[in-house]
């Protein structure tokens, strides 16, 4: 495995590189979820490239950047266990060069609901910093974790609008949870054992809220949504932004009368000060 530190280093290995390539981007703090992606990545390509740097794009909460757990060392040795072929880990001046110009994305209202309402600007963020990466890289491939539901979305329409959708394919790879059901995250290393029991939760009450839908069609959404809230702070979390439900133009549905089908449920919360996001697809 090759770690690479710069542009230039990037582009001669790359260079070098003959057949498909397969794409993973993270903030490192990597985890089994991580991993999952790689595998994924490694089983489907020639070589497989992970990059580890933590975009201070998307976090309008720089608390919560400067939180964000660093472990270099860990994280490459993983890597290496997995099979992966190069690991990027530039440096902000790497990706941001002092002539770097971000463009501007237009993503619609996907990035005023949910995440996008909570955290403003940051899939402005996340799209600059995948895009960079795409045009250092120029993967096959690009591999993304269904956990981020609402960011695979707006990746797949950034790809659209920037004319890559033909030449790199997205692949989306399942939620990897851990034994009991938790949705794994870099961020789970901030919580307490009581605090990940407690966070169950969350799938808890995403999975008995798409029964209910599949089972019994006329139930009020609103309530739905009343209750899980009502289980999900019960429970021990400190608050929740939302529990939606959403549908295939990613539109937050308030009623069953509603034309379009629900094509998911998606909820974030905060325990222990941390804020986890889960989903499930209907």
């Not at 582009?11 to 498909?20: P, T």
């Not at 400067?66 to 472990?71: C, G, V």
């Not at 959708?165 to 290393?189: M, P, Q």
């Amino acid at each position: 495995m090759k770690v690479i530190y710069t542009n230039e280093a990037l582009a001669l290995s790359l260079s070098n590189i003959k057949g498909d390539l397969g794409f993973v981007p993270t903030m490192g703090a990597l985890h089994d979820g991580h991993i999952s992606l790689i595998e994924r990545s490694v089983s489907e390509n020639k070589f497989t490239i992970c990059s580890i740097f933590v975009n201070q794009k998307q976090f309008n909460n720089a608390e919560d950047f400067e939180k964000y757990p660093k472990t270099i060392d860990t994280d490459l040795a993983k890597l290496e266990q997995a099979k992966c072929d190069i690991v990027f880990v530039p440096t902000n001046e790497q990706i941001y060069p002092t002539n770097f110009k971000a463009s501007y994305f237009e993503l619609g209202n996907i990035e005023n609901v949910l995440e996008g309402f909570y955290r403003p600007g940051h899939f402005q963020g996340v799209c600059i910093v995948v895009n960079r990466f795409l045009d250092l890289i120029k993967p096959n491939k690009l591999y993304l974790g269904r956990k981020d539901f609402q960011q695979c979305i707006v990746i797949q329409k950034m790809l659209a609008l920037q004319k890559l959708d033909a030449k790199i394919e997205l692949c989306i790879v399942n939620t990897k949870r851990n034994r009991y059901g938790l949705a794994l995250s870099s961020r789970n290393l901030r919580l307490s054992e009581e605090a990940k029991r407690k966070s169950l939760i969350l799938i808890t009450c995403l999975e008995n809220a798409k029964a209910t839908l599949i089972t019994n069609t006329t139930t009020d959404i609103l309530k739905i949504q009343k209750e899980s809230i009502k289980e999900i702070k019960q429970a021990g979390f400190e608050s929740v932004d939302y529990f939606d439900f959403i549908n295939e133009d990613f539109e937050v549905i308030k009623k069953n009368t509603e034309s379009k089908r629900i094509i998911a449920i998606l909820t974030a919360a905060t325990i222990d000060a941390v804020r986890l996001i889960d989903n499930i697809e209907i």
